[in-house]
């Protein structure tokens, strides 16, 4: 089956198809940013966005996920290496420490940031309107 | 709409690709440097130098908003193999067998490991050598572990784990430290002869005076709970042997060097032959010491016995089974005072369950003793505390030591007296703190430092505007639906490991021939800031851009063991390390350049990436090329030893800490009268934290401690049942989340402590300790009920339970 990551398409077959989402980006595609820290799904450390839905991973399978597009925190930066504007804004702000669940905070801001977005321009034409 | 727009405009500028752009900085008038990306830089001014102080400036930030950080299991090896621990289901039992047979015929399976295959010493400890790394005679606790299986995957491990069969004998378990306390009791340690871990005791004065001088007598007991630090990364290793035969050993941990001592023992080799390589750490909070060091010990013998390279990774529910908590405390609380609210004296007991183990109980329960009576002056002081063997999980280190608990008991007992007096529990306070030049229970005068209670007493009042908030309390008033309480707690706290340990850290400087540095510091990167932090002390010193340094992560086999990174010491010890390194360093800078640009070695500035003497100046750069070229390496050693403290166990009393730190913190609330909802508004803390280093670092420190005193005093609980953590996972275990947060403001006050070399002293815990015993009087003026258990639930919440 077919699997999108940080754009780019991957095959996965076989033994893979069997493993957890957070098993395979981390063993197969050495992706290590998102954390298995409770295996269950309640903390946020494996959090990675699934079709552009922030998402805890860590008790899904890669076989349920044909088809789907996957974001890490690897995938968020330009290739260039400049910080999206969000990460920038952890930096600037202090917003780390250890560090070990920044992806995921990062991540979950940044899908918010993107719902607050289209939120906005899908309502732009309303107040656009409503000015007029 | 205003705000819509206003709201919608600062997202959109927030997602417009930014260049990163080569950084011009102004100079204002008043000090405060301008920086176009916005993060505001600040001088600092201390030991007559000028510094530059970049707030939230780290040295990880950009590995650490990608991803990039290699924690221990993002590390990769060839041929790895895992391991993991078995437990058994068994509270206290005496081992009879451990069959592992059909354990290792299972799937992948390369190696089973139990004690018998231990080729050094089971026994462990920081103390009292009485921890097992592998159970062989006993099971003392139900996060004992039985044996290790090593597979080619972690899953082959685990589903070999059900196979391990154990045969014990059951054992009746004690869990209650009062009943290990019984003369009949069963000794959970046979060969220690009691299950009594420790004693302290404080003796001031003369109690039975004080009391019958007193008008008013208050007796009150306390109970705390056990709580699990809950770091997000669960403890994990990876090791492998060298070809020279040196273990290598990766790891989640605060202490490589404790680390080191557990994992030679455990193999039976020597110090030389073990490297603990400092590893990023996923947090810590005291939690990554004795645990951390047990999981390397077993990961090095699994890689041992099977000559590949094995990683071990806790799941969650392993972590939260096995490893140490805070101590729950039992506290006996009586408090005599005067009718003009003067404290004349103060009987207590404590009793701190230590659970199966010694770790570092005797180290806590003393922090306790020496501050038993809070930041207040007692003449009279009787104090006895105990630590205890249980069966239940064992007790260690967690940011506060031994402080939490104690606050938790004193700021209430201090508002009780003064509301039965009829004075406002701030006169009280006033009254009795400690100020320039008192003298604490122990009989140590404070007259070293700048004794500031009193100045973050004030800071945070005003700032929270508390005496105009304070008659707007609810207490309990049955015409309102929410209930309205603010509280406060301050504290004072000795800094870092006082009597309880030796204190010495270690710092290389090493400058390389084109003016670069590389920088080792024998504190851990907890997480903390302490690389960004020493890395900034060191730009200072040696007047150049901190761009220029490197931070090497020392491992053990290049630093002299530099003690533990704990007792918020880390800035305190390394930063007076590294003067010391930086004064060798321009020691023999000052022989080789002094003599081109004129002057003594002593005239010489460093400033501006050059070194400027009394005719002339030489680029830092160049001047690093003339000392190779004179063949004198620019190399700096340094050592710094905390000054000198004192206990006297017998009596009771000494000079405990060589210098304190003041807190103080206020919270206003509101409680659902119907549903005991708790909702916590605005927090505010000010702590004198003699100088902060990285401001913005600092602050996190503050955030980060109140979160924490939080989650301690209104949801965390580990909670048992006979003798096993039910609740071992964070869906039942419930640490506070952002949306439990009130607002916080952190004020940083800085009087210079002229007792450490950099001026800075501790920060880390004193944040930690004030949150619950706040919110208890916060509590108490919203709902007029007081309560003496942690976590302190209201209303329906009132049982205890996992919500």
């Given at each position: 089956?077919?699997?999108k990551?940080?754009?780019?398409?991957?095959?996965?077959?076989?033994?893979?198809?069997?493993?957890?989402?957070?098993?395979?980006?981390?063993?197969?595609?050495?992706?290590?940013?998102?954390?298995?820290?409770?295996?269950?799904?309640?903390?946020?450390?494996?959090?990675?966005?699934l079709?552009?839905?922030?998402?805890?991973i860590c008790?899904?399978?890669?076989?349920?996920?044909?088809?789907?597009?996957?974001?890490?925190?690897?995938?968020?930066?330009?290739?260039?290496?400049?910080?999206?504007?969000?990460?920038?804004?952890?930096?600037?702000?202090?917003?780390?420490?250890?560090?070990?669940?920044?992806?995921?905070?990062?991540?979950?801001?940044?899908?918010?940031?993107?719902?607050?977005?289209?939120?906005?321009?899908?309502?732009?034409?309303?107040?656009?309107?409503?000015?007029? | 709409?205003?705000?819509?727009?206003?709201?919608?405009?600062?997202?959109?500028?927030?997602?417009?690709?930014?260049?990163?752009?080569?950084?011009?900085?102004?100079i204002?008038?008043?000090?405060?440097?301008?920086?176009?990306?916005?993060?505001?830089?600040?001088?600092?001014?201390?030991?007559?130098?000028?510094?530059?102080?970049?707030?939230?400036?780290?040295?990880?930030?950009?590995?650490?908003?990608?991803?990039?950080?290699?924690?221990?299991?993002?590390?990769?090896?060839?041929?790895?193999?895992?391991?993991?621990?078995?437990?058994?289901?068994?509270?206290?039992?005496?081992?009879?067998?451990?069959?592992?047979?059909?354990?290792?015929?299972?799937?992948?399976?390369?190696?089973?490991?139990?004690?018998?295959?231990?080729?050094?010493?089971?026994?462990?400890?920081?103390?009292?050598?009485?921890?097992?790394?592998?159970?062989?005679?006993?099971?003392?606790?139900?996060?004992?572990?039985?044996?290790?299986?090593?597979?080619?995957?972690?899953?082959?491990?685990?589903?070999?784990?059900?196979?391990?069969?154990?045969?014990?004998?059951?054992?009746p378990?004690?869990?209650?430290?009062?009943?290990?306390?019984?003369?009949?009791?069963?000794?959970?340690?046979?060969?220690?002869?009691?299950?009594?871990?420790?004693?302290?005791?404080?003796?001031?004065?003369?109690?039975?005076?004080?009391?019958?001088d007193?008008?008013?007598?208050?007796?009150?007991?306390?109970?705390?709970?056990?709580?699990?630090?809950?770091?997000?990364?669960?403890?994990?290793?990876?090791?492998?042997?060298?070809?020279?035969?040196?273990m290598?050993?990766?790891?989640?941990?605060?202490?490589?060097?404790?680390?080191?001592?557990?994992?030679?023992?455990?193999?039976?080799?020597?110090?030389?032959?073990?490297?603990?390589?400092?590893?990023?750490?996923?947090?810590?909070?005291?939690?990554?010491?004795?645990?951390?060091?047990?999981?390397?010990?077993?990961?090095?013998?699994?890689?041992?016995?099977?000559?590949?390279?094995?990683?071990?990774?806790?799941?969650?529910?392993?972590?939260?089974?096995?490893s140490?908590?805070?101590?729950?405390?039992?506290?006996?609380?009586k408090?005599?005072?005067?009718?003009?609210?003067?404290?004349?004296?103060?009987?207590?007991?404590?009793?701190?369950?230590?659970?199966?183990?010694?770790?570092?109980?005797?180290?806590?329960?003393?922090?306790?003793?020496?501050?038993?009576?809070?930041?207040?002056?007692?003449?009279?002081?009787?104090?006895?505390?105990?630590?205890?063997?249980?069966?239940?999980?064992?007790?260690?280190?967690m940011?506060?030591?031994?402080?939490?608990q104690?606050?938790?008991?004193?700021?209430q007992?201090?508002?009780?007296?003064?509301?039965?007096?009829?004075?406002?529990?701030?006169?009280?306070?006033?009254?009795?703190?400690?100020?320039?030049?008192?003298?604490?229970?122990?009989?140590?005068?404070?007259?070293?430092?700048?004794?500031?209670?009193?100045?973050?007493?004030?800071?945070?009042?005003?700032?929270?505007?508390?005496?105009?908030?304070?008659?707007?309390?609810?207490?309990?008033?049955?015409?309102?639906d929410?209930?309205?309480?603010?509280?406060?707690?301050?504290?004072?706290?000795?800094?870092?490991?006082?009597?309880?340990?030796?204190?010495?850290?270690a710092?290389?400087?090493?400058?390389?021939?084109?003016?670069?540095?590389?920088l080792?510091?024998?504190?851990?990167?907890?997480?903390?800031?302490?690389?960004?932090?020493?890395m900034?002390?060191?730009?200072?010193?040696?007047?150049?851009?901190?761009?220029?340094?490197?931070?090497?992560?020392?491992?053990?086999?290049?630093?002299?063991?530099?003690?533990?990174?704990?007792?918020?010491?880390?800035?305190?010890?390394?930063?007076?390390?590294?003067?010391?390194?930086?004064?060798?360093l321009?020691?023999?800078?000052?022989?080789?350049?002094?003599?081109?640009?004129?002057?003594?070695?002593?005239?010489?500035?460093?400033?501006?990436?050059?070194?400027?003497?009394?005719?002339?100046?030489?680029?830092?750069?160049?001047?690093?090329?003339?000392?190779?070229?004179?063949?004198?390496?620019?190399?700096?050693?340094?050592?710094?030893?905390?000054?000198?403290?004192?206990?006297?166990?017998?009596?009771?009393?000494?000079?405990?800490?060589?210098?304190?730190?003041?807190?103080?913190?206020?919270?206003?609330?509101?409680?659902?009268?119907?549903?005991?909802?708790?909702?916590?508004?605005?927090?505010?803390?000010?702590?004198?934290?003699?100088?902060?280093?990285?401001?913005?670092?600092?602050?996190?420190?503050?955030?980060?401690?109140?979160?924490?005193?939080?989650?301690?005093?209104?949801?965390?609980?580990?909670?048992?049942?006979?003798?096993?953590?039910?609740?071992?996972?964070?869906?039942?275990?419930?640490?506070?989340?952002?949306?439990?947060?009130?607002?916080?403001?952190?004020?940083?006050v800085?009087?210079?402590?002229?007792?450490?070399?950099?001026?800075?002293?501790?920060?880390?815990?004193?944040?930690?300790?004030?949150?619950?015993?706040?919110?208890?009087?916060?509590?108490?003026?919203?709902?007029?009920?007081?309560?003496?258990?942690?976590?302190?639930?209201?209303?329906?919440?009132?049982?205890?339970?996992?919500?």
């Amino acid at each position: 089956m077919k699997l999108k990551v940080n754009g780019r398409e991957y095959t996965v077959d076989g033994a893979a198809l069997e493993k957890r989402l957070i098993d395979y980006l981390r063993d197969d595609l050495d992706l290590t940013g998102a954390k298995n820290a409770c295996d269950i799904g309640a903390c946020g450390a494996c959090t990675v966005l699934l079709n552009n839905e922030p998402t805890k991973i860590c008790p899904r399978y890669v076989k349920e996920l044909e088809g789907a597009s996957i974001v890490t925190i690897e995938g968020l930066a330009s290739a260039d290496g400049t910080l999206h504007p969000l990460q920038q804004a952890f930096v600037d702000a202090g917003a780390i420490q250890c560090g070990f669940c920044t992806p995921g905070m990062v991540l979950t801001a940044h899908a918010l940031h993107q719902q607050i977005i289209n939120a906005i321009e899908a309502a732009a034409p309303f107040y656009q309107h409503k000015k007029e | 709409m205003d705000s819509f727009y206003k709201f919608s405009a600062r997202f959109a500028e927030l997602s417009k690709p930014q260049r990163t752009q080569s950084r011009e900085i102004s100079i204002d008038a008043c000090g405060i440097i301008r920086d176009p990306l916005g993060c505001s830089k600040y001088f600092l001014f201390y030991s007559s130098v000028i510094v530059i102080s970049m707030k939230n400036w780290r040295n990880d930030a950009y590995a650490k908003v990608t991803g990039k950080t290699k924690f221990t299991d993002d590390l990769k090896f060839a041929n790895l193999l895992h391991a993991v621990p078995v437990y058994s289901d068994y509270v206290h039992a005496e081992i009879l067998s451990i069959n592992t047979a059909a354990a290792a015929q299972s799937d992948g399976v390369v190696r089973v490991i139990t004690a018998k295959d231990i080729p050094g010493s089971n026994r462990h400890g920081q103390i009292v050598r009485d921890l097992r790394i592998l159970a062989d005679d006993r099971i003392r606790y139900n996060g004992d572990v039985v044996a290790i299986i090593v597979a080619e995957t972690r899953d082959q491990a685990i589903r070999a784990t059900a196979l391990v069969k154990v045969d014990a004998r059951e054992l009746p378990s004690l869990l209650d430290p009062e009943k290990a306390l019984e003369p009949d009791a069963p000794l959970i340690h046979e060969d220690l002869g009691t299950n009594v871990i420790n004693t302290h005791k404080v003796r001031r004065g003369d109690v039975d005076a004080g009391f019958r001088d007193s008008d008013l007598i208050l007796e009150q007991k306390f109970e705390t709970q056990f709580v699990e630090h809950a770091y997000m990364e669960t403890e994990a290793s990876v090791c492998q042997q060298r070809p020279d035969g040196v273990m290598e050993v990766y790891g989640s941990m605060q202490h490589p060097f404790s680390t080191r001592r557990f994992v030679s023992r455990f193999l039976g080799v020597a110090l030389s032959e073990v490297e603990v390589l400092g590893t990023p750490l996923g947090g810590g909070f005291g939690g990554k010491d004795d645990t951390a060091a047990i999981v390397c010990a077993r990961t090095a013998l699994a890689s041992k016995l099977t000559g590949r390279p094995v990683k071990m990774m806790y799941k969650r529910i392993w972590s939260m089974r096995e490893s140490y908590k805070r101590h729950p405390y039992r506290v006996y609380y009586k408090m005599g005072v005067s009718k003009n609210g003067i404290i004349r004296a103060v009987q207590t007991k404590i009793i701190a369950d230590g659970g199966a183990y010694c770790s570092v109980t005797p180290w806590v329960t003393w922090r306790s003793t020496v501050q038993c009576c809070g930041p207040y002056v007692v003449d009279n002081v009787h104090c006895d505390t105990i630590g205890v063997y249980t069966n239940n999980v064992f007790t260690g280190a967690m940011r506060g030591f031994g402080s939490p608990q104690m606050n938790f008991v004193i700021e209430q007992m201090v508002e009780m007296a003064a509301e039965k007096l009829g004075m406002s529990p701030i006169e009280f306070r006033r009254r009795n703190m400690v100020r320039q030049g008192s003298v604490t229970i122990t009989g140590q005068k404070l007259d070293n430092h700048a004794v500031a209670m009193e100045q973050v007493l004030d800071a945070v009042m005003k700032e929270i505007r508390y005496d105009e908030k304070i008659g707007q309390s609810s207490y309990g008033a049955v015409d309102k639906d929410e209930w309205y309480g603010i509280g406060l707690a301050m504290s004072y706290r000795g800094v870092s490991l006082g009597a309880e340990g030796v204190d010495l850290c270690a710092a290389i400087i090493n400058v390389q021939a084109d003016g670069s540095v590389i920088l080792e510091v024998g504190v851990h990167e907890n997480g903390q800031g302490s690389e960004s932090a020493m890395m900034l002390l060191l730009a200072e010193e040696l007047g150049i851009d901190v761009e220029r340094i490197r931070y090497r992560r020392s491992s053990t086999s290049t630093i002299p063991d530099s003690g533990t990174t704990v007792a918020s010491r880390g800035t305190i010890m390394g930063g007076g390390a590294l003067k010391m390194a930086a004064r060798e360093l321009k020691a023999k800078i000052g022989a080789v350049i002094a003599p081109i640009v004129g002057g003594t070695p002593e005239q010489l500035r460093y400033e501006k990436n050059a070194i400027v003497g009394t005719s002339s100046s030489i680029a830092f750069d160049a001047a690093m090329a003339e000392m190779f070229n004179a063949k004198v390496f620019p190399h700096g050693f340094g050592i710094y030893q905390a000054p000198k403290v004192s206990w006297d166990d017998e009596h009771g009393r000494g000079d405990a800490y060589f210098t304190w730190v003041y807190g103080c913190q206020a919270i206003e609330l509101t409680v659902n009268r119907t549903t005991g909802k708790v909702k916590l508004l605005n927090a505010v803390a000010a702590h004198d934290v003699g100088k902060a280093i990285n401001p913005g670092m600092a602050e996190g420190q503050f955030f980060g401690g109140m979160a924490m005193g939080i989650g301690y005093a209104l949801h965390e609980e580990v909670i048992m049942k006979d003798g096993r953590i039910v609740n071992t996972n964070f869906n039942t275990y419930r640490i506070p989340r952002s949306m439990d947060m009130p607002e916080m403001k952190a004020i940083i006050v800085e009087n210079n402590d002229t007792t450490t070399p950099t001026g800075a002293k501790s920060l880390g815990e004193p944040t930690n300790e004030l949150m619950a015993p706040a919110i208890a009087n916060a509590l108490y003026h919203a709902t007029g009920e007081r309560r003496f258990v942690l976590p302190m639930r209201v209303g329906k919440k009132e049982a205890r339970g996992v919500e």
